[in-house]
């Protein structure tokens, strides 16, 4: 069958866009997993992009094939009924975790950037945020179409100027010392494990949508490449900044230090990635609990955002240091699976 590439580099576009989030966009994230352990992270990071690209092209192919029209349904068919019950519940718990990474990087922006109160940052976050979930979901497409690639373009604007910079090769090729240096082994599997996990919410209905198993084959793919030539981009230019763990938003910084007539745009792009997170995030938890519950939207918004609020007043960079990982780990057994399921091209895959 002929694929239809307009639709491949679509479903390319939504993959790139449900993974780079705030943790992704700060640079917070990167540093976590990879950055922090020098060349050794970027070997990390040709892995992860080898997951991303296998199976997260699997994982939906999958998803069409069976018909799966939420995540759920592809957790059932991975896991069986009760496991697949037991995983939908942790994702339902990952997802509010996430949310409240993601407003407590809100905060973040206004405090280390813009001199504010976190609280204010985090407050006007979820006022816009439940003012778009009201309205429609249009919204966070059309600011996705615009943040995503401009984020793009500026990662490779400053992998551009940091070649430039003296000691770039040095530094490199650099491996510090890490007491923990044992998680730059497990980093790439619970990443990429991490993040396939929480953009079934996503991926799934969408290749439902699509049907063609080539195209989506493609997407997968081409999404999964272009997530790891960002990944490598954003690393060559982390490595440039010393003491790279002690700042909240890296990726900020270094736009101040070596390109800061474009920072505040920057800062913009950095937060609108964070917005359109947020609200991707609630409304997959909506979407959740309304299949067991029937309470009007305002309502069970404002109550994810109460849980979300409570927990984001933890430090943005500890609670990204600590629940990212933790989250990777138990995703752990999705890709485990995901991988262990038999498919084939041309044959079904029940």
Not at 250 to 278: C, D, Q, R
Request: charged content about 10%.
């Amino acid at each position: 069958m002929k694929t239809n590439w307009g639709a491949a580099l679509q479903i390319a576009a939504v993959y790139v866009g449900t993974v780079v989030g705030a943790g992704f966009a700060t640079g917070r994230e990167i540093v976590e997993f990879f950055s922090r352990f020098g060349f050794i992270g970027l070997i990390s990071i040709l892995m992860s992009g080898y997951i991303f690209i296998i199976l997260g092209s699997k994982a939906m192919r999958i998803a069409a094939r069976i018909q799966a029209s939420s995540y759920q349904e592809l957790n059932e068919y991975l896991f069986g009924k009760l496991f697949g019950t037991i995983i939908n519940i942790l994702m339902l718990l990952m997802l509010l975790g996430v949310c409240a990474v993601m407003l407590a990087g809100a905060g973040a922006v206004f405090e280390e950037q813009m001199g504010l109160s976190r609280d204010i940052g985090i407050i006007i976050t979820i006022g816009l945020s439940i003012v778009v979930m009201i309205v429609g979901i249009k919204g966070l497409f059309a600011v996705n179409t615009f943040v995503v690639p401009m984020m793009i373009a500026f990662s490779f604007l400053l992998l551009i100027i940091s070649i430039k910079l003296p000691n770039f090769t040095k530094q490199l090729l650099y491996i510090p010392y890490a007491e923990d240096g044992w998680k730059a082994v497990v980093a790439p599997f619970s990443y990429a494990a991490l993040n396939l996990t929480l953009a079934q919410a996503v991926l799934v209905p969408v290749a439902a949508e699509i049907k063609d198993d080539q195209t989506i084959k493609w997407g997968g793919i081409l999404g999964g490449a272009a997530l790891t030539v960002i990944l490598i981009s954003s690393h060559m230019t982390l490595v440039m900044l010393p003491n790279l763990e002690a700042f909240e938003i890296p990726m900020a910084v270094i736009m101040k230090t070596i390109a800061s007539s474009l920072f505040w745009i920057y800062v913009i792009i950095i937060y609108g990635e964070i917005f359109t997170s947020v609200i991707g995030n609630v409304f997959g938890i909506e979407r959740q609990v309304r299949k067991y519950v029937s309470i009007p939207t305002i309502v069970t918004v404002s109550i994810i955002f109460v849980i979300c609020y409570w927990i984001s007043l933890i430090n943005y960079g500890t609670l990204l240091s600590y629940l990212y990982p933790l989250f990777g780990y138990i995703s752990l057994i999705f890709i485990i699976l995901l991988w262990m399921k038999p498919f084939e091209d041309g044959k079904d895959p029940k």
